[in-house]
């Protein structure tokens, strides 16, 4: 929204002050100023003048000689307006003036000498006309500098409509003239009205609110004999400097008090609506806004009619068959609130926001409506001394925002703001503010305006925020804040994972990578991964992108295939959240939070990669948990994973993951020649199981004794946990530990497996011979488990 | 006596002089201080001598000089041993440049875990919150009822039950105050979606932080203290803020909070709009409202909390200028965030 300086110096005095630095201390104390934009710098040296004579140009048909009187003389100067008359008063650049940012020199136009330039208003940079000649009024004495005439020097600034979200107050030059008085500590002054009262006994304008929810006031009045079609000069220069386009004295009149008040108002020729119905209506119908679009209406939306016929959509935009047209002399004046809810979803679904729709949408006080109207009043009866008013002024007011009072102590204030303000200054503010403020002793009763209880101010803490913004954040001391100390809770998943990252990072080399919640259909086809049918996105921007994902593995599988030229060898992990399915008790999604990790390779085998990502699985299992976890075969479950080696991962018996390879057609959608393993791990199932303490066994003084035993084994059908919980049962506590120590596969296929025991006694030195028998005893439990003793 | 040991010795000087070996010098020492070398059988032939006591003294300062000097030999022969084993060492190289393998982070965790030091040094616990939210902890516990225009200001993904990927990491509020009450300091980094189209800055999935801190007597003063503080920690050095008021419904009062221009330090550049002023995160005093929603004695407590856009400092601090590099599963743009 644009704001002039000189509008707002039309309801606090601002002399003497730097209007800039004021315009940057609004952004502190109420809202962000975005831009400030000095208005006439570039118009200098322009006086009233007058066309003395006009010759034809002898070599140009479109231009004319002129002989311009300044006053002070005549000049000559070559013009090429088409509205250029003997006589007429015009705005003259003269040498060594500037308009446009253009310096004004003696110049040849097309073999004259022209001595200035009769200016339009375009030029002039009030407005966007370059049709021809601005025209001053008759009585403007010749010479006079027109920046003495009219308002074009100002300063406008831009505010972020998105920070005025929660002022509807603001949405005018009068609610932020209010801001400036409190911030300056000067008077506001009250727009200058014309009284409706006196016309009380003239009939009334027929209005009817049949859906009084959505409109909470409607006031009407009509006014005849209005004959001016063009604004004032200065109405239409700040028109224009904020962004409006003149059109014509009516409907300019309209758009200023709005800018000025902020109360959107619409006038419709009283020729073609005479009576007013506020109303919905039970069908969809099509109706043509005044912009000449056709729009749909919905059963929802809010309409004006007049018997019956719909003439405006309430609060948003006004019919074309009841529009101001230039004869229209008579009209009637809607000054009317509407509920704000209504009106952006009005909005919403038409795609048309409008200036009067925004200010609606932000719960518009309804005491504005007639205010706006003795505004309007007082500017046509200013203007157009023939205007008369023939009704009373109809006030249908249905719905008053409940009153606000609001009772605290200087305690309060001081607690929440952690300074001192004097109670003066609190009572200074409110009241510059427009709150009624009853102080005593530290005690303070409140009433808060209308213009702030739409929604904008409701509670006390909203009371700290005007007297804190006022007295100025930058002014405020700052301190720290004295709590006890206490200790800080930490979350396990969360360290876990951070735990996860540093060791997948630091000890094997994988690259932390995000991707998004969603399913890339697209991709995953593209891999032959059929995508699983995740929990569904129902307003998804495209339909790849409608599932959520299921598993952290495909989308890392295709991030795989798009880095396969990046190294011979990488892996990749990201921990992310899924949704499996919906939770049976509530019907809420089953959100799992995973550790997705993908290793690739051209030069080490599939094989290699697998037992990479089984000792990973076992690495953060040993390191976060101090356990082991155990692989068993499953079932493939989404159809990517490999039938023949896809393995769940278990900790304490529960299964918390699974790890597998591709299967062969996404392998070779990936890259045939090369190896990919995967594994996935649900974190907060890896979370959830405990985590073992540090165990500590005094070290024995004597030394621990390792003997081999080699067995005959199919080594794809050993289950190593189970071999070893049979293998320590059996061997009792001189066991300290046992491992593979090595695999050997025979050219005719045969396997064999060399276990290492590892034993020692706290009490003696142990030998080879005194073991034997525990040593034997352990070849006959894995002989009863298959794997033969190789003599 | 005294001329056999002056031959000995003389034959010892010459026998010494030419062994260059450690095996030499032992057959030497075998030949003149062995049991049956020299010197035992000058002791043997002590027998014969009348004057027993200067003869043995004799060959005991024989002894002596032959022990020393062997020692002296050998200890000079290892010396140059050791050297000439310096001398022919290989030489290496540490410039040599084999490819190094090295994992590495994504931008985001640094980022992260960077600010999550700083707080945690401040006493601030760090929780963890799910990507997927319903309308009362996204909105309504927020102070944003059904039909607020804040709800249109952000677009929502919504799910097919009803949920929805959160908009804001604020999402978390309710639960957290509901989990530990007050007195109470958290922050919660976490994924936020929003359903826009995105260009080199914007995004629809994106980090950020938020922060609360509630107990008795929190004020206005001290929220402008603690945000100084730990902004001038994140950035490493002092940090200018400065308050405006900002409306955000889950706070009052609310304030976007802009920092001094970390390009220009302040005297306006392009990057700050020639303000001076950048605009960093949104705080304010947590709403009476959302205090209560969360279970928090209202007159007893109050408490201020802030957002930080954690995916916008990661652009800033690393200089990523394409916010979609993130979510881009590209190697060649996130291996190179190497470690902590």
Known sequence: MFLSMNWIGDFVDLSGLDKKALIKNFTLSTAEVEDIIVKGEDVSGVIVAKIASIEDHPNS????????????????????????????????????????????????????????????????????????????????????????????????????????????????????????????????????????????????????????????????????????????????????????????????????????????????????????????????????????????????????????????????????????????????????????????????????????????????????????????????????????????????????????????????????????????????????????????????????????????????????????????????????????????????????????????????????VHSYIWSDVKKDKELG????????????????????????????????????????????????????????????????????????????????LFDTLADLAKEISANILHKEPTFREADVRFGFEHPANCFSVLLDGECVGFLSVPHPTVLASIDKKSAVAFLEIDTEAFAKTDKLPMSYAVPSKFPEIEIDLTFNADISAIRFDELKAAIKATAGELLSSVWVHDVYEAEDGSCSVTFRFAFVSPERTLTKQELSPLTEAIAAKLAELGLNMKI | MKERIEALSASFAEALGAASCESELEALRIAYLGKKGHIAALMQSLRDVADKKAAGQMINGFKCEVESKLLEAGEALRRAAIEASIRSAKKYNPSLNKKRELGSYHPITLATRDVEEIFKTMGFTIEDYAEVVDDYECFEALNIPKHHPARDMQDTYYLENGQLLKTQTSAAQNAIMKKYGAPLRAIFPGRCFRNESTDACHENTFFQMEGMMIDENISISNLIYFMKTMLSEVFKRDIKVRLRPGFFPFVEPGFELDINCLICGGEGCPSCKNSGWLELCPCGMIHPNVLREGGIDTEKYTGFAFGLGLTRLAMMKYGIKDIRDFNSGDLKALSQFKSN
């Not at chain 1, 876990?496 to 060791?503: A, L, Q, T, V």
């Not at chain 1, 992108?545 to 890392?556: A, Y």
């Not at chain 1, 990749?572 to 390779?601: M, P, Q, W």
């Open chain 1, 61 to 512: 048909k479109k231009l004319h000689l002129l002989k311009v009187d300044t006053g002070a003389g005549l000049i000559d100067v070559v013009c090429g307006a088409p509205n250029v008359r003997l006589g007429m008063k015009v705005a003259l650049a003269t040498v060594g003036g500037s308009v446009s940012g253009m310096k004004i020199a003696v110049a040849k136009v097309a073999g004259y000498d022209s001595y200035g330039m009769c200016c339009s208003e375009a030029e002039l940079g009030i407005s966007d006309d370059h049709s021809g000649l601005m025209e001053i009024f008759e009585d403007a004495p010749l010479g006079t500098d027109i920046k003495e005439l009219y308002e074009i020097d100002d300063i406008i600034f831009e505010v972020d409509n998105k920070s005025l979200t929660n002022r509807p107050d603001l949405w005018g030059h009068y609610g932020i003239a209010r801001e400036f008085a409190t911030i300056t500590g000067r008077e506001l002054k009250a727009p200058t009205t014309h009284d409706v009262t006196p016309y009380s006994s003239l009939p009334a304008v027929e209005v009817s609110i049949k859906d009084p929810s959505l409109c909470y006031r409607y006031s009407a009045i009509k006014v005849e004999n209005v004959t001016r079609k063009v604004s004032p000069v200065n109405m239409r220069i700040r028109l224009y400097y904020c962004g409006s386009r003149a059109i014509n004295f009516l409907a300019d009149l309209t758009n200023y008090v709005m800018l000025e008040l902020g109360q959107p108002m619409h006038a419709f020729d009283n020729a073609r609506v005479d009576k007013i119905e506020v109303q919905t209506f039970d069908k969809p119908f099509k109706f043509t806004t005044l912009d000449g679009v056709e729009r749909n209406i919905d059963e929802t939306m809010l309409m004006i009619t007049s018997e019956s016929e719909p003439v405006a959509i309430a609060g948003v935009m006004g019919g074309d068959a009841s529009k101001i047209e230039d004869t229209t002399t008579s009209l009637l004046l809607e000054s009317a609130t509407f509920n704000g809810v209504s009106v952006r979803k009005t909005t919403t679904k038409l795609g048309l926001r409008t200036d009067a729709s925004m200010r609606y949408e932000k719960m518009l006080d309804p005491e504005l409506c007639r205010l706006a109207t003795e505004r309007v009043l007082k500017l046509i009866t200013e203007c157009d001394g023939g205007a008369r008013v023939i009704s009373s002024f109809t006030d249908s007011f249905v719905y008053h925002y409940p009153e606000i009072d609001l009772s605290f102590d200087k305690a309060y204030v001081d607690r929440y703001t952690g300074i001192d303000i004097p109670e003066e200054a609190i009572v200074k503010t409110l009241t510059g503010l427009g709150f009624g403020v009853k102080a005593e002793g530290g005690n303070f009763e409140v009433s808060v305006p209308s213009w702030r209880r739409t929604k904008d101010v409701t509670i006390k803490a909203d009371i700290i925020e005007e007297i804190s913004r006022i007295y100025g954040y930058d002014n405020f001391d700052i301190s720290t804040s004295v709590s006890p100390l206490r200790p800080v809770r930490t979350e396990t998943l969360k360290s876990y994972e951070d735990r996860m990252k540093d060791i997948l990072v630091e000890n094997y080399k994988l690259h932390e």
């Open chain 1, 529 to 608: 991964i059929e995508t699983p049918a995740g929990v569904k996105i129902i307003n998804a921007e495209t339909p790849d992108h409608q599932f959520i994902r299921i598993s952290m593995i495909p989308t890392l599988l295709s991030f795989v295939k798009e880095n396969r030229a990046y190294a011979d060898n990488f892996g990749i992990f990201e921990i992310g959240h899924t949704v499996d399915g919906f939770k049976k008790e509530n019907g809420y999604c089953n959100e799992r939070k995973k550790l997705g990790a993908v290793l690739f390779s051209k030069t080490r085998s599939e094989e290699e």
